[in-house]
């Protein structure tokens, strides 16, 4: 017996996103191809996607150009009621016959996304990068920023030497902001 099979191409554009109402995404232009190939009892959805999505950059917050590609598969079978089991399975009512996988492209393109994403050195944007640093206190002994507000560096008067003491839980939060 031989499996039967076929493919459906679709362009999710700026229009596709907005109607998914997806938290991740919401402008892009991503190709998919989706190969289904009906197997004993179930049905294999094989989903191919490449494209470019915009997702606010985590330094600047403009938008930023990113490309996303992955491959996905998917497994559908019959059922009583609709259930999302391990492994990518699927179980869709025998009554319905239907499942509309427009959700499921989207979850494939936002998993595709890197945790952190940032603008490529000197293209995030410059007036919100100057009022960042101007309001980012790394050192302990930088003055306050111009709107007044210290960030209180964990720093003590010693009483007896007269010296000021960092405190030392600081020290591993001063190395965070050295690696961004």
Known sequence: MQADSATYEFVLDNLYFTHIDGPEVQRGKVNVTLNVKRTAGAFELNFQTEGIVYVPCDRC????????????????????????????????????????VAWFMYEFIALSIPMKHVHAPGKCNKAMTGKLSKHLKTNANEDEGDDGFDMGGGMEMDADEGTEQMDPRWNELKKILDNN
């Open 61 to 100: 917050l403009d938008d930023m150009e990113l490309s996303v590609t992955s491959t996905d598969k998917l497994r559908v079978k019959f059922g009583r009621e609709y259930a999302e089991e391990k492994d990518n399975l699927i179980v869709i009512p025998e009554a319905e016959g239907a499942i509309n």
